[in-house]
C-alpha cells in the first residue's frame, strides 16, 4: 500500500495552528466564579401585569367603574368645556381686526408644486363667502344671553360663549350656542370685553365691545333697549316664561318643530 504525503503551504499552516489553539481553550472553558454581587431581578414581566390587571378589571366592577368614571367626565367637559372668563363691557369700543396671516413657509400639492411660497400674505376674507356676524357673549350672563338672542336668528347670527354651559342654553332656547373653547377665537380676535360682535368689513374684520346697561351675573332683573324693548329674569326663573322681545316672546324648546330644532 503506498504512502500518503500531504503538503502545507506556510499561511494554510499558521491558520490551522491557530484554529487548534482556540479550540484547546475552549474545551478547557471552566467556571471561574462569581464576580460582584447579584441581585434578583425586582421588575415585573409587563405582560403578566397586563394580564393581571385586565382579569382584575372583567372580573370584578373596575371596567365598570373605569366606563362610568369617563362617561361622567366627557359629560362634564361637554357641559361646561373650558373657556375664558372676560368682563362686561363698562363703555362700547369699536375696533377693526386684519385676519391675514403671513405663510412661513412655501406651501406645496401632492406632486411638489408649490402653489404659495413663504412670505405670502393671505386674507381669509378673501376665500369665505361667510357673512353672519359672530356674537361673543359670557353664557352666564342672562343680559348678554337676551342681548344676543335679540339680533336675530341663525341665518343672521352665530352665539359664541366664552364660558358657560353651552348644552343648557341650546336646549332651553332651541338655538344653537357655539362655544370658543379655551378662548382661542375670542384672544385671536383681540376681544377682552362682553358683549361682542364681530362682522365682515373687507379687508378686515369689525369688531364692537357693547356696554350693556344694567347688572351683572346673578343680580337683579334689568331691561336692556337694545333691538327692542325686552326684559331679563332673575336668576332662577326661566327666560321662556319671562323674557319678552319686540319679535315676540321666546319659544319654548316644545313649541319649535323637531325639524327646526338645535341638535341636543
Known sequence: MGSVSWTFAPGALALA????????????????????????IAE??????????????VGGDGLKRMEEEFQSKARTFAETPPGRKLPRAEKSRNFTFDPSITLGRDLAD?????????????????????????LFI???????????????????SLIVLTSGRPLDLTRRFGRRFWFDQNGVL?????????PSRVTRADPVLQIEEVALPGSGP???AVTVPIAGAMSVPE??????????????????????????RAPQ
Not at 344671553?145 to 336668528?153: E, I, M, P, T, Y
Request: charged share 15%; hydrophobic share 45%.
Open 138 to 156: 359670557d353664557g352666564d350672563d342672562p343680559v348678554q344671553v337676551a342681548w344676543a338672542l335679540a339680533q336675530g336668528d341663525e341665518t343672521s
Open 110 to 134: 401632492q406632486n411638489g408644486f408649490v402653489f404659495a411660497s413663504a412670505g405670502t400674505q393671505v386674507n381669509p376674507l378673501a376665500y369665505s363667502h361667510f357673512d353672519k356676524a359672530i
Open 235 to 260: 336668576p332662577g326663573n326661566d327666560a321662556r316664561q319671562h323674557s319678552t322681545f319686540s319679535a315676540g316672546p321666546l319659544p319654548d324648546v316644545a313649541s319649535v318643530p323637531a325639524s327646526e
Open 17 to 40: 495552528l491557530c484554529l487548534a489553539a482556540v479550540g484547546a481553550e475552549l474545551c478547557d472553558a471552566r467556571d471561574l466564579g462569581t464576580m460582584g454581587e447579584l441581585f434578583p
Open 186 to 194: 375670542s384672544t385671536r380676535f383681540q376681544i377682552a370685553h362682553l
Open 44 to 57: 415585573p414581566d409587563l405582560m403578566a401585569l397586563i394580564e393581571a390587571k385586565v382579569a382584575g378589571l
Open 218 to 220: 346673578g343680580q337683579a
